[in-house]
């Protein structure tokens, strides 16, 4: 299936200052950026063709993986000045580079690639900033098996924060951590059918106008998921996530974990430039 990736975003928060032009998909973890650590993640389960939905900052993304560096997370051998992979990350890749404008909604730049999507009647979206290790193979398998037009992972509140049960008199009747309450937060993975573009309009969003109005006629489903997730809104999400990646705590590297995977093969990158 494909990979609808959104990268285009400004991610305010993540930057450090006025001159830094760096989306947030680029924030370093360990030696590769956010948007690799993501796209390793669908291709461990045999997701290699990705549809890049570029804006702000674009050509620090391009330019990643036009030089690419496979001897930065791959073992080598360095033979009479010659370099000789012993394995790589993204030989089996196919990556669709799109301009889908700087100011663009999500909605609108998946709007944008549509074509990009070949008819394909089911397809994955990812904002290419949010990491976890989630089943992929069950949520599309589910999917795939229910009569929706799509589906999003959900996950309990992330908030450190306290909710106070008030009463008219300002007594605390009682106090509960956000974590705790019966709510799930929208998880950014998301399993699509064509069917979403019947409902964003022009300049839309695809959570609040596609999801909803598929939600309104019992059309989106959810798919609940406990374990890891972690998202890097901030810069002290992104340097948390870098720390543990230093110290071998990678959870989100189903990789490492179930075996080698995908795109382990050798090669190069295959890349084809797209337009909106």
């Known amino acids: ?80 000045g010659r370099t000789e992979l012993l394995s790589t990350d993204i030989a089996s890749w196919t990556i669709t580079f799109a301009q889908t404008g700087i100011e663009s909604p999500i909605g609108e730049r998946l709007r944008r690639v549509r074509h990009r999507l070949d008819g394909d009647e089911m397809f994955l979206a990812n904002y290419a900033d949010v990491l976890t290790d989630a089943p992929l193979p069950e949520m599309i398998d589910d999917f795939a098996r229910r009569d929706a037009g799509a589906s999003m992972m ?48 022009e300049n839309g969003d695809l959570v609040t106008d596609g999801c909803a109005r598929l939600a309104k006629r019992g059309r989106l489903v959810a798919h609940r998921h406990r374990g890891f997730w972690k998202p890097t809104d901030t810069v002290k999400e992104r340097a948390a996530l870098d720390a543990a990646y230093a110290r071998g705590d990678r959870p989100w590297a189903v990789w490492e974990r179930d075996g080698a995977g995908s795109g382990r093969t050798g090669g190069g990158v295959g890349a084809r430039a797209g337009t909106p």
């Open 1 to 80: 299936m494909k990979v609808v990736l959104f990268c285009g975003g400004y991610g305010m928060r993540m930057r450090s200052g006025a001159a830094d032009d760096v989306p947030k998909p680029m924030a370093m973890v360990g030696p590769r950026p956010l948007i690799w650590h993501v796209m390793r993640y669908y291709a461990h389960f045999g997701h290699t063709e990705f549809i890049l939905c570029l804006g702000y900052g674009a050509h620090h993304i391009t330019n990643f993986f036009l030089h690419y560096e496979e001897t930065a997370s791959n073992d080598f051998v360095l033979r009479n």
């Open 154 to 201: 959900v996950v309990p509140p992330q908030s450190s924060f306290h909710c106070v049960d008030l009463g008219e008199d300002g007594l605390v009747g009682g106090i509960t951590a956000v974590s705790e309450l019966p709510l799930w937060e929208n998880g950014g993975y998301f399993v699509l059918r064509q069917e979403v573009f019947d409902h964003i309009p």
